[in-house]
């Protein structure tokens, strides 16, 4: 072993630019999927803690399934219970603050709002109020609140000030009575008043959405059994441990992650195509070598050994490299994300986690992909006979006879383009990987008469005076090792041309629906869009009001509640069926509007929007139980349909009288209004603007604004994953870079001998150029084929996953792709023809 790693240091230290190109395609997959995989438990744990820091230290938590309030009475009968020692209920609400609601130099964009039965409270929570700073709530306190007193510092108030709250009954004016000790939790700042005043405030009466209990002993088996019977009492529709979670964030965290992951290991295979293609040579080029090892007696496990070993130390090089940098980009990327995740969803992110698993995962992975890549390589080299090793290499006959590989290759893209012409989902996703494997086997039967086309076409541009007949002869002298290089360059391509295709359909569908669901004159939008639990709403006087406005023609609200259904959380908006299409429309993927619509007005049924309907296979007709507060409550399924809001996390649209009924949850928390026909809007928007003044939380802008500014976050959106994933394409420039590396080393002596007979500093690189050009034409032309399909592949399962989408071409893409092949081309080529142009003739001549 000693032996085999001495070798493999020495050879790979002598080749130090190889070893660079080899390790850092490597590199590039570990980043990505280190990076990302670092990132999202950092996010999953900052939300959780913010969720769970009202929890406290108390022995359990109960909340509803559904997460929204329930009956008062409740508390009693967890009081019931033998083992309880004592028990309180809580009304909770996040409550998201406008900027600069306090004053411009307070941070603060959300608090807590806690009401709590003062005495009671204290009997499972620690509330004391620092000496000399007030005193703790009472029962009979109105319009009261005990703050902390960092809140109170960064607000610029005292005990005896009084600091404004909107609620759904409009702003409310808080008298401070008490100061309590910093907050050491994370989370919003706590703002505590009594129960009745929170019952009051946010329009629930006799309602709590939290219990909290503590046991009468420390014995593990009976505090178990005691949580046993609170279960057995209380029945399945409630939760025992922490707050409930917001599953919408969670559900986009994990879609970002699953795509990040998908294109780093797009970016370790064509690691694998580099770092295969490289050992290849290293075999062909090491063949006297190895022949000279096999005659002092090395054994064929000896030889394995020695290229597999070369293959551990740059895997195990580029993973370190890769994990290092990964970390850095990750915690660079919360960095820049946690000013925005704390301005919209009020997230305090920490430091990139990173767990065991993961470091054991990423290891296996960077380091399993170098070892599989140089396994056939090594098993080639280990099967030189002395005598065939020492023997003279003669010159290698290109291959014209079409292989087993290229049949096989043309049967799997004639399945791809068969499943693709069914249409099944399924059948087209299996086409996807069947398509790539299919280019990557028939490339090498294709090197020639690509080359020869495009050769022409290089010719006739710049590669006059043979250089270009003299590159495509290089090229198709060694057809596997330039099919492998543009296979390498064909995925990264591949990525370009599909997001292209991918993006390109979101924009047109996302930006239609949102014309269609977000049309009307005039919004009024809550701090946090599509977060609805934390927003805090109005009555429904405000949209009365502004259906008195001279010039208003229609009105709209919607409201929110939560539920879940086997397990899992869903988003329930009621909407007024008979007003909602008048300013808005949902986009049906099945069912009719007018009977969906109606349907609605007649008792519980719902239309599911996309990804609902996919995660827990509905179809229009099927009843679904959700959980409310009331218990288990049928709904029919009337259509399948969606809005641009609600459009990545599960939702159900329900009337609003059914979600009055069930839920008990009457705030608006969302407000369209159009103009009467002919009303002008200069007399109309002044009349508005008043009426929401009195409703900060709500903000007032034009439906046309809004689509504009959501346009341009489409397209700064865009702009980014173009940035990102031409990121991931370097693995090509260094398959282009590598491929040439190899090939003028290979033919040091045949430069020398152009070189001796006259060939020009110029014409040799322009030889190294041409050369350069045609390999990435080659994988250009795989790469536009391939990312077509992936394109429509991934198109196709967002509309399996409930995110319907239609194709559209992708000739940005295609452009982008065609631009970005050729210029990996030019710069492939600086160094290789550089290093060709400065040979000394003798050495070259000389060269072994």
Do not use: C
Not at 485 to 493: F, H
Not at 570 to 579: K, N, Q, Y
Not at 733 to 761: C, D, P, Y
């Amino acid at each position: 072993m000693n032996i085999q790693l001495t070798l493999a240091a020495r050879y790979l230290f002598g080749r130090k630019l190889r070893t660079v190109l080899t390790t850092l395609a490597v590199v590039f997959g570990v980043l990505v999927i280190f990076a990302m995989n670092t990132v999202l438990p950092a996010m999953v744990e900052a939300f959780q803690s913010n969720l769970l820091a009202a929890s406290g230290q108390v022995d359990v938590t109960i909340t509803h399934q559904s997460g929204e309030a329930f009956a008062a009475s409740t508390l009693n009968r967890v009081k019931a219970v033998e083992g309880v020692r004592a028990a309180a209920g809580s009304l909770s609400r996040t409550v998201n603050l406008p900027r600069g609601w306090f004053s411009r130099s307070a941070n603060i964009s959300a608090i807590s709002l806690v009401g709590l039965e003062p005495r009671s409270a204290q009997t499972v929570r620690n509330y004391s109020t620092l000496r000399g700073q007030g005193r703790f709530l009472r029962t009979s306190d109105t319009l009261a609140a005990v703050i902390t007193t960092s809140l109170a510092e960064q607000i610029g108030l005292t005990v005896g000030d009084e600091f404004n709250l909107p609620t759904p009954q409009g702003v409310v004016g808080l008298t401070i009575v008490g100061l309590r000790p910093a907050r050491t939790l994370p989370g919003n700042e706590e703002v505590l008043i009594t129960l009745f005043e929170a019952q009051k405030l946010l329009d629930l009466p006799k309602r709590i959405n939290t219990i909290e209990a503590n046991f009468d002993t420390t014995d593990p088996a009976r505090r178990e059994a005691i949580q046993t019977a609170l279960e057995a009492q209380l029945g399945p529709n409630y939760e025992f441990g922490g707050l409930g979670s917001g599953a919408e964030l969670l559900a986009s965290i994990r879609i970002g992650q699953a795509g990040f992951n998908l294109f780093g290991f797009l970016a370790l295979f064509m690691g694998g195509f580099i770092i295969f293609n490289t050992f290849r040579t290293v075999v062909a080029e090491r063949r006297r070598d190895i022949g000279m090892l096999r005659a002092l007696g090395a054994s064929r496990p000896t030889i394995l050994g020695l290229i597999l070993t070369e293959g551990l130390l740059q895997g195990g090089l580029g993973t370190a490299l890769g994990m290092a940098l990964g970390y850095l980009m990750a915690a660079g990327l919360l960095v820049m994300m946690t000013p925005i995740l704390e301005q919209f969803i009020h997230l305090q992110i920490g430091a990139p986690i990173v767990s065991p698993a993961l470091v054991a995962m990423t290891i296996t992975l960077g380091v399993g992909v170098t070892l599989l890549a140089g396994l056939l390589p090594a098993l080639d080299a280990s099967r030189v006979t002395p005598l065939e090793a020492l023997r003279p290499a003669t010159a290698e006959v290109v291959q014209r006879a079409i292989g087993v590989g290229a049949v096989l290759g043309a049967v799997l893209i004639v399945l791809a383009a068969i499943a693709l012409v069914l249409g099944n989902t399924g059948l087209v996703a299996a086409g996807g990987l069947s398509f790539l494997l299919g280019l990557v086997l028939v490339a090498p039967a294709l090197v020639k008469p690509i080359a020869t086309a495009f050769g022409a076409l290089v010719a006739l541009a710049f590669a006059r005076q043979g250089t270009g007949t003299l590159a495509q002869g290089n090229l198709t002298r060694q057809p596997s090792r330039a099919a492998v290089t543009a296979s390498a360059t064909m995925i990264g391509l591949a990525i370009i041309v599909a997001v292209g295709g991918l993006t390109t359909s979101l924009a047109g569908n996302f930006l239609g629906i949102l014309r269609k669901s977000l049309g009307s004159d005039y919004l009024l939008l809550p701090p946090s869009i599509g977060v609805w639990q934390s927003n805090v709403g109005a009555k429904q006087d405000l949209a009365d009001q502004l259906r008195q406005v001279r010039g208003v023609g229609a009105v709209s609200t919607m409201r929110y509640a939560g539920s879940t259904l086997n397990g899992q959380a869903v988003s329930l908006l009621g909407i007024d069926p008979a007003t909602y299409p008048q300013v808005a429309g949902l986009n049906f993927q099945a069912g009719d509007p007018d009977t969906a619509y109606a349907a609605l007005s007649e008792g519980r049924a719902l239309i599911a929007n996309g990804p609902f309907a996919a995660a827990v296979g509905l179809q229009v007709g099927d009843l679904v139980t959700l959980s409310t507060p009331q218990g288990q409550r049928p709904y029919r399924v009337v259509a399948i349909a969606g809005d641009y809001l609600n459009a990545k996390i599960m939702t159900a649209y329900l009337s609003q009288a059914s979600l009055r009924e069930d839920f008990r949850k009457t705030e608006d928390i969302f407000i369209q209004v159009n103009l009467a026909p002919g009303a002008d809007p200069a007399a109309v928007e002044p009349a508005l603007k008043k009426i929401a003044a009195r409703y900060p939380q709500f903000s007032l802008v034009s439906g046309r604004a809004y689509y504009e500014e959501n346009k341009r976050l489409f397209d700064a959106a865009f702009a980014v994953y173009y940035a990102l994933f031409f990121v991931l394409t370097m693995p090509s420039l260094i398959a282009i870079l590598n491929t040439l590396a190899i090939g003028v080393i290979e033919r040091t002596r045949e430069i020398g001998m152009l070189r001796a007979i006259g060939a020009a500093q110029k014409q040799v690189r322009r030889m190294i150029l041409a050369e350069a050009l045609l390999l990435a034409a080659t994988g250009t032309a795989f790469g536009l084929l391939a990312g077509l399909y992936l394109g429509y592949v991934m198109v196709s399962a967002l509309g399996s996953g409930g995110y319907p989408v239609t194709y559209s071409f992708p000739l940005a893409g295609l452009l982008a792709a065609i631009a970005v092949g050729l210029l990996f081309g030019v710069i492939a080529a600086i160094i290789p023809a550089r290093q060709a142009t400065r040979m000394e003739i003798v050495k070259a001549l000389r060269y072994e």
